[in-house]
């Protein structure tokens, strides 16, 4: 089966109200600062209405969808599965609209060497990331409040259009027990662990992607909530940018500090894994019910 392009990009800008957005809260800062330090002119590569809103169809490479890949970030290793894949004609959904390395140098562009190799294949690239974080439906958010079964009670974490941010309550549960799950949730081998260890979770406040101010925290915990589940709550990365490597080695230096005092259990899954769950659940989901194939792809490794 297959669907011309614009039918599916126009369904997915309504589902996620993409003209509704203002430009992307955190994209449209970094998609020009990272095409810029890679050399290249993002807006003569990028489609004009993604060069304005930073969400939607970022690159058009084809008329045809016959098969949909989808992934958090456009990794090194997810590019080349893709590319290595053998298909044309296909879209790759992205939440990021580029590379991140969370224990590096930070975000990253897709080089002008994969663009080039996605043109030649017909493979456009859709990137949603604000609108993916806030919906109640599909998101990554939604995804994890899906996979861990929470009743949610409240919104938190201004975000655009809407909140970022989760609390719950879930069936009691032993902590050792929930993180053995979350383990298997996100299939990831390691977690970063700080702050209270409860002995039992019954509220849970989660924020996919990067939960690491202290502010994100102490929404949750006026929550009165047991355990804060992210992808990252402590920040690994140090970005080359003075401006930018001095922001965050305070932000690393307020959450320490927060956390050796903090009365409930933080739990980071890693930035990437957090936000994939989404792409191999719900979206997989969405674009196979429209009859298109759909390869979720996973980094190889969520804390690069």
């Known amino acids: 089966m297959k669907i011309e392009i614009a039918e599916i990009i126009s369904e997915l800008d309504t589902f996620f109200r ?21 050399g290249y002119d993002y807006q003569k590569l990028f489609e004009p209405a993604f060069c304005e809103k930073f969400n939607g169809l970022m690159l058009r490479a084809g008329n045809e ?10 990794t090194p290793d997810v590019m080349e599965t893709i590319c290595d894949s053998g298909a044309s004609d296909a879209l790759f959904f992205l939440h990021h609209p580029v590379d991140m390395e969370v224990c590096g140098r930070g975000f990253l562009p897709i080089t002008s060497p994969v663009i080039a190799e996605l043109q030649k294949r017909r493979i456009s690239v859709y ?33 655009g259009l809407g909140m970022a941010g989760r609390i719950g309550t879930i069936k009691p549960e032993k902590t050792d027990a929930l993180l053995k799950k979350i383990m298997e949730i996100f299939d990831v081998s390691r977690l970063e662990l700080g702050g209270c260890f ?6 849970i406040a989660i924020v996919a992607g990067a ?6 925290l102490e929404d949750a915990r006026d929550g009165s909530c047991d355990m804060y589940l992210t992808g990252e709550w402590y920040p690994r990365y140090t970005p080359e940018e003075k401006a930018e490597k001095e922001r965050v080695a305070r932000l690393k ?21 957090s936000e994939y769950l989404v792409m191999k659940t719900q979206m997989k989901e969405y674009f196979e019910s429209k009859g298109l194939p759909t390869t979720p792809v996973p980094q190889k490794d969520w804390w690069r």
């Open 253 to 273: 230096k307020e959450i320490y500090e927060y956390s050796r005092k903090a009365r409930m259990v933080l739990v980071g899954v890693s930035h990437a894994a």
């Open 127 to 159: 990137g949603c990331h604000a609108p993916m974080d806030c919906h109640d439906e599909i998101g990554t958010n939604a995804a994890i409040v899906e996979a861990l079964g929470v009743t949610v009670e409240e919104s938190f974490l201004e975000y």
């Open 198 to 203: 409860n002995t039992e979770v019954k509220r």
């Open 211 to 216: 939960g690491d101010e202290v502010e994100h």
């Open 18 to 38: 993409i003209a509704d957005w203002p430009p992307d809260p955190a994209m449209k800062d970094w998609v020009p600062r990272v095409c810029a330090r890679a």
């Open 65 to 74: 969808v016959k098969h949909v890949f989808c992934s958090a970030f456009a």
